[in-house]
Each structure stands twice: as C-alpha cells, then as structure tokens.
C-alpha cells in the first residue's frame, strides 16, 4: 500500500496510467504511450520493450487496445481514486453513477454509494442484512487490502451487475451466476477463490524455477561485469603500455639527436682547429713576406750604399727562403649533410585485440600411459575465444603449470613449438602413483582442470643382447643395475660379486672396482 501513485505511473509518460497495458514480458504502459513507442522504434514487426528490452512481437492488425488489459494495474487505480477521496475528490456511485466525495462502500455488494443510494441500501436493510458498509474516508489498511482483493463485475453484457465468483473450468474462464445458467450450463465450475487458490501453487513453482535461472542469470552479469572491468583495466594497461613506449622511445630518439648533434659539432671543432691552423700560419707567412718586402723598401730608399750592399745577401736568402716556404693547407672539407632516415618502419610494438580465452584452450596427449622416470609430454592449445590457435608473441608468461606431488615430478618445462604456436609441457614423473595436475592461462583454469593422470611403474623392453668381453676368469653372477655415460662407457652392477665393471664402446671390460 506503501508508494501507491508510484507504482501506478507509467514509465514513458511518468504519469498515472490510463488503459494500462501488459505486453508479453508483463511490464505495463500505458496503451496510448506504448503505441506510440512501438510505431516509433518497431523494427521487423518487433519492438523492444522500454523497461527491459525484450523484443515483442507487434499487435495484430497493430491494434494496441486489444493488448491484455492490466486489471491488476486497474484495480490499484481505483484504490488510488479511493484514498485520494479522503483528500476531497469525488468518487463515482455505483447505482446512479453521481459523483460525490461522501461516499460509502458496501464490502458485499463490492459497490460505492452516494448517500442518497446509501439510504436506499439502508431502506432494504432486510435484503442487506449483515453488509459491511463504511465511510470510505475511515478505511483503514485492511479495508485498502480487502478493495483491492474484490472480485470484479462480470464483462459478459446484460450481466455487467454479477460479480464474478466462479471459474469455470472447461473454458478456463471467470464466471458470474447469470453465466452458468446461460453459457456455461453442464460446465465444472468450482468458486473462483479455490480456483485461485489451488493456482497458486502451480505458479508460485514456476516462479521458484524461474528464480534459479534469475540466479544463473546474475552470475552471469557478474561475469560480465567482471569481464568489463577486466577489459577497462587491460585497455588502461595497454594505453599506459603504448605511453611508456612512446616515452623511452622519444628518451631513445632523444638521446640519438643528443649524440648526431654532438657528432657534428665534434665534426666542427676539429675541422675548424686543422682550418684555423692552416689560416694562422698563411697569416703569419704573409705578414713574414710584407715585412721583407717593407724592410727591403725602406733600405733602398732611405739607407746608404753601404747598407744595401751588406744587406743584400741577408735579404737574397730571405726571399729565396719566403718563396720556397709551401703554401698552407688544411686538407678538410666544407661538405656537411643530415639525411632523415625513414620513419615509415617506425613501430611503438604489436596491440594484440584477440586474446586468448583458458576456456578454449585444450590440452593434447591426455591418453597417453606415463611411466616412472619416463620424460612426458603435454600439448598445450591456446586458442581465442573464437577458437582458433592463438600467435600472440608472449603467451609463455601467462602459462602456468602445477603437478602435485611437486616432489615426486621434475624437469617442468614449458616451450612453444615454433612452427604452430603451440606449447609444450615437458615433465619427469619419479614414481608410480596419481599425479594432479593444473594448467592456467591467465589465472584461469583450463577445461577439465584439475584432472588426475596415473603414472605406472617403468616398463623395460629388450632390444637386444650386450656381446660383453670380460677378463679370463671373472664370472657375472647377479647383474642388478646398468648405466650408460655420454661417452659410450657401461656400468654393470654384480649385486653378490659386490663389483661395478666397466666396458668401453666396444665392450671390452676397461676395468672392475670393489
């Protein structure tokens, strides 16, 4: 009774229903509101329902009022008409149809009452003997529950006055006293309340039934939830992946412009010292020259015989000495030119969207019989959720692989087979006995996982006979154990001569130790 008007408004209008409707899923619109969604967004004769968008199959000749009727919905209205008459508002009687907010209801003739009809009812006492009527204002919770649980009028014409009370039960329908003297003579009818009540079994089984599938059905939105939040973290790591990659390798790019920058400005300064040099010493040859040809100039016109003449073999070797001097070079080159490489092979690295899904990956060699000290082997599949063999580069480090007793197993190994993308699972059973094993991709189980596999005790077959050569006189009493090395040598164990023999390549007995 709690949030009345709330349950009574429609969620496309957000208004208060009028002519509610039930489609297929059992949600309610109003008729006029969900005819006009459904031609709106209807596609292939189907629309979806607003609340829960199931697809349901448009009405025939797309008459939306021939929909079933909410008479739940209906009822729940009229309840709503009635607590809101002790707010003021009128109610309709159900004699005389005047409207009027002094109405009384008769909980046996389920009718409300003008008071002048009240009067009549009243007048009849005798008729009525025994009717509960009150004041609709002074209903109480109760009176609300038992209104709402009334039986309605009956819909059949010239019997719109009969209260349905009956259910008849070859044709599956509610029935009033004028119904089963007329329509339904020599029909089963049983009281409409032990039709319900026996109903109520039936239904409330399929609605326990249908809540384990509700149960299926969470665990599965959880999963999927999960999923999401797994996906928006693996998409969160791989942009913060691509972001890290971007970084060192603009570090990396840096670091190369850093060490050509540093390459031609060492390039620079030694050219510019070898040129410099040059230049300094062509500087230091001119001004040399200017100074013999200055010095000779002023000689000549300025100093006496006696000077130029004791001058004039100085002057000759110098000039001889100046003319000779090689020329300066530098022998270095302007030519300087930065070529771009090409950026067209530039990759950040590989964004995998198809992982792989543990649930279809497989395991092969299942069948196989493992032995005691015998080197096993596991194919491992992993595949994508589409199922097909996954190559994606660094799978090897989301395999793991655990067999108990970890004890009694050795050499686990996993390796990718190259040429299909496969992995291997290698492993040494040590003794005879049940072996569990667990295989997960990506924290997940494999299917099947855990299973358990027997190891038997190692089997031994002859393939041939040792021809061995031993020293004169020397007899092999009890052979117990043998042992081969890389090199060829083997090791016989005489368990009562309590002596290891050793025989060479060639069979030949090498020596015997006690």
């Not at 950040?348 to 792989?356: C, H, R």
Request: charge should be positive.
């Amino acid at each position: 009774m709690k949030n009345l008007k709330k349950h009574l408004e429609c969620s496309i209008c957000l208004d208060t229903y009028n002519q509610p409707k039930t489609i297929s899923c059992l949600h309610t619109f109003c008729c006029q509101c969900l005819e006009n969604h459904a031609r709106a967004s209807h596609k292939q004769g189907k629309f979806r329902c607003p609340e829960c968008q199931g697809q349901i199959d448009l009405p025939e000749g797309n008459r939306f009022d021939i929909l079933p009727t909410s008479f739940f919905h209906n009822s729940l209205l009229s309840l709503l008409a009635v607590r809101q008459s002790g707010d003021g508002s009128s109610i309709t009687c159900g004699n005389c149809k005047k409207r009027s907010s002094d109405v009384h209801y008769c909980f046996d003739c389920a009718i409300f009452m003008c008071p002048e009809c009240l009067n009549a009812h009243e007048v009849m006492r005798a008729a009525f003997e025994g009717h509960k009527v009150m004041p609709v204002k002074e209903f109480q919770t109760q009176d609300y529950e038992a209104l709402l649980k009334r039986q309605p009028f009956c819909s059949e014409q010239y019997h719109e006055r009969e209260i349905t009370r009956f259910f008849c039960m070859p044709c599956q329908s509610c029935v009033c006293h004028a119904c089963i003297v007329t329509d339904h003579q020599n029909h089963k009818v049983i009281l409409l309340d032990r039709a319900a009540d026996n109903e109520k079994g039936n239904i409330m089984a399929e609605a326990a039934a249908t809540r384990q599938n509700e149960k299926v059905l969470k665990d599965v939105i959880r999963k999927f939830e999960e999923t999401i939040s797994k996906l928006e973290t693996n998409v969160a790591i791989a942009k913060r992946g691509i972001s890290q990659s971007t970084e060192t390798m603009i570090t990396k790019i840096r670091d190369r412009e850093r060490e050509a920058i540093e390459s031609v400005e060492t390039t620079r300064v030694t050219r510019l010292q070898k040129i410099n040099s040059a230049k300094e010493k062509a500087e230091s040859l001119l001004k040399q020259m200017i100074q013999a040809v200055e010095f000779t100039k002023n000689l000549v016109q300025r100093s006496s015989s006696s000077d130029i003449m004791q001058n004039k073999e100085t002057l000759k070797h110098r000039f001889q000495e100046l003319r000779h001097i090689e020329m300066p070079k530098h022998h270095e080159t302007l030519f300087i030119k930065f070529t771009a490489a090409s950026v067209e092979g530039l990759r950040l690295g590989d964004i995998a969207t198809e992982g792989v899904d543990a649930s279809q990956c497989t395991l092969e060699g299942l069948d196989q019989i493992l032995q005691a000290g015998v080197a096993a082997e596991l194919i491992l599949c992993p595949r994508t959720p589409k199922g097909e063999i996954s190559n994606q580069p660094d799978l090897k480090t989301q395999i793991e692989v655990l067999i108990e007793p970890t004890k009694d197993v050795t050499n686990v190994i996993v390796s990718k087979k190259a040429e299909n993308g496969k992995f291997k699972v290698n492993f040494i059973p040590k003794v005879p006995g049940a072996y569990n094993f667990e295989v997960k991709m990506n924290n997940d189980n494999l299917p099947n996982c855990p299973f358990t596999m027997q190891v038997k005790q190692r089997e031994l077959a002859v393939v041939g006979e040792l021809n061995l050569k031993i020293f004169q006189g020397d007899e092999l009493h009890d052979l117990r154990g043998i042992a081969v090395n890389t090199t060829g040598n083997i090791a016989l164990a005489d368990y009562k001569g309590h002596r290891v023999y050793i025989f060479d390549k060639k069979r030949q007995l090498c020596k015997k130790n006690w």
